[in-house]
């Protein structure tokens, strides 16, 4: 064997890994609701708050795929988000 045969082992962070998904997932869901002419920001805080898929529009698959993420997971991640942003 070679060492051109030999690839370098790639390590993942899951916690990043996690992250990139959940900023995915909202900006795809995002998109679909102003595409229907709604306020994402508000049809994804009614989400949050209540856990009604009935917020999100099933246009372009997007109730179920805010669905595919926990709720609680998103919540963490936009605490953290906004945390990170306005430390002093």
């Not at 959940?22 to 306020?39: D, F, H, M, N, P």
């Not at 372009?60 to 669905?67: D, G, P, T, V």
Request: aromatic share 6%; no cysteine; charged share 30%.
């Amino acid at each position: 064997m070679t060492k051109k045969d030999i690839s370098p082992t790639v390590s993942f962070n899951a916690d990043e890994v996690r992250r990139k998904n959940i900023a995915q997932v909202l900006k795809l869901v995002q998109e679909a609701l102003e595409e229907r002419g709604y306020t994402a920001i508000n049809q994804l805080a009614g989400y949050l708050i209540s856990n009604d898929p009935a917020y999100i529009s099933s246009h372009k698959n997007a109730r179920s795929i805010i669905q595919s993420v926990e709720r609680h997971e998103i919540i963490e991640e936009l605490v953290r988000f906004y945390l990170e942003e306005h430390a002093e």
